[in-house]
C-alpha cells in the first residue's frame, strides 16, 4: 500500500467511496440556476454567439494577415520586374549601339515584344488588385452578416 493511500484510508470519509464528488461551483450562472431552462437555453445562446464573435474576430485577424504578407510580396515583385525591365532595355540598347547595320529590327521587334509583355503584367497586376478588393468586400460583408445573425439569434 502506498503512502498516498494509507493517508486516505486513516481520514474518516464522509462519502460513499464510489460516490461522485459534488462540485463547489455550478457549471451555469446563477440567473440561469433560477430561470430553470429558459435560463440554461439563454446562456447557451450567450456562449455560443461569444465563440462566432470570437471565431469571427480570429478568422479577420488571419484574414488581415495573409492580405498584408500577399501585398508585400506583391511590392517586392513589382520591384524586381521593374529592375529586371531596366536592366533588360539598358542591354538592349547597349547590343543595339555595338550590333551590326541590319539588326536594328531585330532590337526594334525585342523591345516591341518586352513592351506587350510589360503591357501584360501591368493588366494583369491590376485584375489581381481588383479581385483582391471584391474579395475584401466580400468577406467584410459576410462577417457583418454572420454577426447580424449571431446578434438576431442573441436577441430572439
Known sequence: ?????RWRSSQPSTRPPFAPRSKTRSPTPAPARREGRAG????????????I??????????????????AELSKVAERRVAEWNENFVSLLDKVSKNAPAG?????????????????AYDNLTKAAKQATEIAEANV???TETVRGFAKAKKAA
Open 53 to 70: 464573435e470570437k471565431a469571427i474576430a480570429y478568422s479577420k485577424s488571419v484574414y488581415e494577415v495573409a492580405t498584408n504578407a500577399n
Open 103 to 119: 539588326s536594328d529590327v531585330a532590337v526594334a521587334a525585342v523591345k516591341s515584344m518586352l513592351a506587350a509583355a510589360n503591357s
Open 40 to 51: 440554461v437555453r439563454r446562456h447557451a445562446e450567450h456562449v455560443r454567439s461569444a465563440r
Open 140 to 142: 467584410s460583408a459576410a
Open 1 to 5: 500500500m502506498r503512502n498516498s493511500q
